[in-house]
């Protein structure tokens, strides 16, 4: 089992910009897909954005063009860069680890990431 801890959420204005990032330990996220997911008061956790293990991503269409999620193996960290963010981006963050290892399409479905952080609020203000 891996160990994921978020950080980088806060409070900011509408248009602003934050960059989450995720610090796995452990075990390694090299062979796994990875995504982030959010959930806002009230609502069903959402995919975000997602990344297989070679690299492909994919992107809830609310965030296409504004976020960029990226990962550097390495260091065994997971990031997203959220540009130009509006109030409907409020909700905490979360970053997850799938099931399966050498995934080529990564999954958005909540149900296919078995290890997950404990969030970080993100607060976007009008």
């Known amino acids: 089992q891996v160990q994921l801890v978020e950080s980088g959420g806060g409070w900011v204005q509408a248009g602003g910009s934050l960059r989450l990032s995720c610090a796995a330990s452990?075990?390694?996220?090299?062979?796994?897909?990875m995504g982030w997911f959010r959930q806002a008061p009230g609502k069903e956790r959402e995919v975000v954005a997602v990344?297989?293990?070679?690299?492909?991503?994919e992107y809830a269409y609310s965030v296409k063009g504004r976020f960029t999620i990226s990962r550097d193996n390495a260091n065994n960290t997971l990031s997203l860069q959220m540009n130009n963010l509006k109030p409907a981006d409020t909700a905490v963050y979360h970053c997850?680890?799938?099931?399966?290892?050498?995934?080529?399409?990564?999954?958005?479905?909540?149900?296919?990431?078995?290890?997950w952080g404990q969030g970080t609020q993100v607060t976007v203000s009008s």
């Open positions: 997850a680890r799938s099931r399966t290892s050498h995934t080529v399409l990564a999954p958005s479905e909540p149900y296919e990431y078995d290890d």
């Open positions: 990344m297989s293990w070679i690299g492909r991503t």
């Open positions: 452990g075990r390694t996220i090299s062979r796994y897909c």
